[in-house]
């Protein structure tokens, strides 16, 4: 079974791979806000401390199950677990990841709208009518349906092509492609008048901000970006080769993520500093806010303005796209084999629930009359709150435990040194992350996240 499984051809795909499916829309809606409101560099630069001593031990941990398990997040953890209760975080992970899904794709489709609606035109207008735009067509209730309905079936294509000749191919070709446009973009907003302002809020270092909240933040959002917490990384490793090393992988990848999320800023702010528009995050950020930065930043220029307009939205939906792309496999890859179907069947199965799920989603947002609710908030804002405060803090917390001091240590030795081919020298500070600092630090995102502390 373990030969016969898929791998990806190369490096430089699998990295591109695992970077698609953590530079998302975590990197452009949200971290670029918090950097510039706590502190600025300083805030990075705790960002940076997070990535390096959370993110990358709990990425590698999840790297370490899934190459040792070789199979689907539910199945990898079973193996590991002997089939006592920590299996279950295997399978919480691929509910979650149906979860994300619903939620995530109705923004994706929002994404593709978007590019559509700049190209038209249709964008264009005072701020209280792009708000007002954004409420109507969000809102309404067959649109967006469709659209979340597109970006998933998009996803489903590349997704039965296969490891290797869909998911590693396309992430080769969206990428590279992602990465340009960024840096077209960041471009053009730093060459505008007055975007110095932009780049200075963005970057200043401002300590005296940096409180025990912003470190918790700051925390949280690496996780998210990361996609730690749900199998996502651990169902990538399971097409890992043997010579790959992980902490290499790791380390690549967050800095990759790190850095898309840094470009982010410095497309954002700089333009929205120059025609004097505070950016907030969230979907109001991207669908309100930046159309009207975007037409006022280049009204002598309105060329350029529709052009940069039309590329932002192509650049969210293939960040979007590569991140929904690693879910629908978590997803995929466990109907795959513990139904022992085909991977057209499987990825099938998997995007009709995801299209019912994002449905309910889209829907809950405009129709109150259907009462789609849950705990009183609409179906989306649950999905995103129980996922993204819930169970991904959680089901990090219980893989660090589960490898830290369930896993025999041989095991994760072995695999954090190729089996003894590498020197490992920081094997010590990674089990001590993972067995103390990771565990301790999930805790108090967590307890904070519902003001306990
Ligand atoms: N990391 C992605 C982003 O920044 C979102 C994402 C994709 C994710 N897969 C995940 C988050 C798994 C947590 C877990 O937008």
């Avoid at 089939?83 to 509910?95: D, P, Q, R, S």
């Avoid at 007055?194 to 025990?212: I, N, Q, R, T, Y």
């Avoid at 993520?257 to 950020?285: K, R």
């Avoid at 969210?316 to 466990?334: D, G, K, N, R, W």
Wanted: net charge positive.
């Amino acid at each position: 079974m373990t030969n016969e499984r898929a791998k990806f051809g190369s490096r430089f795909g699998l990295i591109l791979a695992t970077a698609g499916s953590a530079v998302g829309l975590g990197n452009i809606w949200r971290f670029p806000y918090m950097a510039g409101n706590n502190g600025g560099a300083a805030f990075i630069l705790v960002y940076i401390g997070c990535v390096l001593l959370l993110g990358i031990p709990c990425m590698i941990s999840e790297f370490i199950i899934g190459r040792e398990g070789a199979s689907n997040t539910a199945r990898a953890y079973t193996k590991l677990s002997n089939g006592t209760a920590w299996k279950y975080i295997g399978f919480m992970g691929v509910l979650t990841g149906f979860l994300i899904i619903g939620y995530y794709a109705v923004v994706a489709g929002w994404c593709l709208q978007y590019i559509f609606a700049s190209a038209a035109g249709e964008l264009q207008g005072d701020p209280k009518y792009v708000a007002g735009y954004f409420s109507e067509f969000s809102a309404s209730p067959v649109k967006p349906v469709l659209w979340t309905v597109a970006i998933l079936v998009i996803t489903h294509l590349v997704v039965i092509r296969g490891v290797r000749g869909g998911i590693e191919k396309a992430s080769k070709m969206f990428m590279p492609t992602l990465f340009v446009l960024l840096l077209g973009l960041v471009v053009a907003s730093c060459n505008l008048p007055g975007s110095g302002a932009g780049v200075e809020f963005l970057l200043k270092p401002d300590f005296s901000k940096v409180d025990s909240g912003v470190f918790l933040g700051a925390l949280g959002q690496a996780f998210y970006s990361l996609s730690i917490g749900m199998g996502c990384i651990c169902t990538y490793a399971s097409y890992f080769s043997r010579r790959t090393n992980l902490l290499n992988t790791a380390v690549h990848i967050s800095l990759v993520d790190t850095m898309v999320a840094v470009l982010a800023g410095l497309m954002i702010f700089p333009s929205a500093f120059s025609v004097g528009i505070a950016p907030d995050s969230g979907p109001s950020l991207i669908f309100m806010t930046l159309p009207n930065v975007f037409q006022q930043a280049f009204t002598h220029l309105p060329l350029v303005g529709y052009i940069v307009s039309i590329v932002f939205y192509v650049l969210l939906s293939l960040a979007a796209l590569t991140s929904l792309i690693s879910l629908h496999e978590v997803c995929t890859a466990f109907f795959l084999e513990e139904f022992r179907i085909s991977r057209l069947r499987g990825a099938t199965f998997v995007t009709v629930i995801a299209c019912v799920v994002g449905a309910l989603c889209s829907l809950s947002l405009g129709h109150t009359d259907l009462q789609l609710t849950i705990f009183g908030k609409s179906v989306f804002d649950a999905l995103d709150f129980v996922t993204g405060q819930i169970l991904l803090p959680f089901g990090g917390f219980l893989t660090c435990l589960f490898l830290g001091w369930y896993v025999p240590k041989k095991i994760v030795k072995d695999q954090f040194t190729n089996w003894g081919t590498l020197r490992g020298a920081l094997f010590g500070v990674y089990l001590f992350c993972v067995r103390f600092v990771c565990p301790i630090c999930i805790m108090l995102i967590f307890l904070n996240q519902f003001g306990v502390i």
